[in-house]
């Protein structure tokens, strides 16, 4: 059975950094394209940042370089620092395995249950 767990959401203030971490069991994580997306309330679900398992990073408009995805193989761990965060990065994010990176997240097989940031001004 596959799980993608997120942790590390929480309040934090504009300006301030924040880590997620994502621990992913059940699968072969080597195998796996890993994503991050995030959904506001009210809103669609939007990516942020995608690590193919061969290295090549695609992030999207969401984070405009202010967020670094990366992933620890050899722990089945996938990352995502956010720096100079700001309020309207407030949204439930969450990670999500596929066979390729897309902005899709229909395209992901598989994805985790979320873990909430909020941003205060």
């Known amino acids: 059975q596959v799980q993608l767990v997120e942790s590390g959401g929480g309040l934090v203030q504009a300006g301030e950094s924040l880590k997620l971490s994502c621990k992913a069991s059940g699968l072969t994580f080597d195998d796996y394209a890993m994503g991050w997306f995030r959904q506001a309330p009210g809103k669609e679900p939007e990516g942020v940042s995608c690590r193919q398992d061969n290295g090549i990073i695609t992030s999207y408009n969401t984070q405009k370089g202010r967020f670094t995805i990366s992933r620890d193989n050899a722990k089945n761990l996938l990352y995502l620092q956010l720096n100079n965060v700001k309020p309207e990065d407030t949204a439930v994010y969450y990670c999500?395995?596929?066979?390729?990176?897309?902005?899709?997240?229909?395209?992901?097989?598989?994805r985790g249950p979320g873990t909430q940031v909020t941003v205060s001004s």
């Open positions: 999500a395995a596929a066979r390729y990176c897309s902005e899709l997240p229909a395209e992901f097989r598989y």
